[in-house]
Nanobody
Framework: VQLQASGGGSVLPGGSLRLSCAVS????????MGWYRQAPGRQRELVARISMMEITNYADSVKGRFTISRDNAKNTVYLQMDSLKPEDTGVYYCNIIGDTRSWGQGTQVTVSS
């Protein structure tokens, strides 16, 4: 299984980014997928998840600003991040909920003025 996160970058507060997670080795639509982030000096935390029925859940800190989605044809999971704040800074990863695989390098998101 490979989970390749991309799309990070440096943005100003209030900006937007769209992260992508290209998945191979499993079928995303029959798994519960999640986006995680690890801020400097902090533990990795789950920020968004999408179920097989496309039910989504979010951490309180990102609710209303982040949107998780998936493209079954591309076997890819996305995280649209709007109204970004400095506290959203960190390395973002995707993984399978309940069947964690190698984390890989993730994608760096930096929100700073």
């Amino acid at each position: 299984v490979q989970l390749q996160a991309s799309g990070g970058g440096s943005v100003l507060p209030g900006g937007s980014l769209r992260l992508s997670c290209a998945v191979s080795g499993i079928i995303v639509r029959i798994n519960v997928m999640g986006w995680y982030r690890q801020a400097p000096g902090r533990q990795r935390e789950l920020v968004a998840r999408i179920s097989m029925m496309e039910i989504t859940n979010y951490a309180d800190s990102v609710k209303g600003r982040f949107t998780i989605s998936r493209d079954n044809a591309k076997n890819t999971v996305y995280l649209q991040m709007d109204s970004l704040k400095p506290e959203d800074t960190g390395v973002y990863y995707c993984n399978i909920i309940g069947d964690t695989r190698s984390w890989g390098q993730g994608t760096q998101v930096t929100v700073s003025s």
